[in-house]
């Protein structure tokens, strides 16, 4: 298709387990976006790769959470060492043009930690 | 920091009633604001955006204004329709790089 792909759509896992979640954004894209969402709240903003480099990691939560972008395309999303309050849907996002300010997002992640 | 305010829901209304979904934002410069909507099943997607004061966001039979001396993007319609329930996120983005958003308003619309 041709929009974000994010998969798996849903995730169960174990407190502890190691957990990678995949974006593929739109082709052409280059500014892409991860958001984690937790029930009942807004989009909270994760990290911001313009290309393949992170422009804004600010968002990570902990060192437990990492994500790459090696070809400027599809972005992995890596948390370590998983916990109960890790559990939420995790968004990606990606704009052709950033000035646009208009985002496309996935229809997310749902991650939960037992 | 930047921040929304988005007015808490649920909200329900009659087809054909007028909504106002409320939205003010805390910014330190000058940053653009938006409306996302997100229906049921499917991933957010953007319904109207203004990039700067006075101005109006309208898509769908939605508008917002850019009110920089109230600081509010209000969503607004005249008439809502069935196919209208949603969840409605308002937004702001301080030059692009990151997108501040409100906890999100469900609307159902009953016909």
């Known amino acids: 298709g041709a929009g974000v792909s994010q998969t798996p759509s849903n995730k169960v896992t174990e407190k502890g387990k190691y957990v990678e979640l995949r974006c593929d954004p739109i082709s052409g894209h280059t500014a892409l976006y991860w958001y984690r969402q937790s029930l009942g709240q807004g989009p909270e903003f994760l990290i911001y790769?313009?290309?393949?480099?992170?422009?804004?990691d600010s968002g990570l939560p902990n060192d437990r959470f990492f994500a790459v972008r090696p070809e400027g395309s599809v972005s992995t999303l890596k948390i370590q060492r998983t916990e109960r309050g890790d559990s939420a849907v995790y968004l990606c996002?990606?704009?052709?043009?950033?000035?646009?300010?208009?985002?496309?997002f996935g229809e997310g992640s749902r991650l939960t930690v037992l | 920091g930047d921040s929304v305010t988005q007015m808490e829901g649920p909200v329900t209304l009659s087809e054909e009633a007028f909504l106002t979904i409320n939205c003010t934002y805390t910014a330190t410069g000058y940053p653009s604001l938006f409306w996302y909507v997100q229906y049921p099943g499917e991933g957010l997607q953007l319904l109207l955006k203004?990039?700067?004061?006075?101005d109006k966001g309208s898509n769908k039979g939605f508008e917002a204004t850019y009110r920089k001396e109230t600081t509010s993007f209000h969503l607004e319609k005249g008439s809502v329709q069935v196919s209208d329930s949603a969840v409605y996120f308002c937004?702001?983005?301080?030059?692009?790089?990151?997108?501040?958003f409100g906890t999100g308003t469900s609307l159902t619309v009953i016909p």
């Open positions: 790769f313009q290309g393949t480099g992170a422009a804004d």
């Open positions: 937004a702001l983005s301080d030059q692009g790089n990151q997108f501040y």
């Open positions: 996002a990606s704009s052709l043009l950033v000035s646009t300010g208009e985002l496309f």
């Open positions: 203004a990039t700067k004061a006075d």
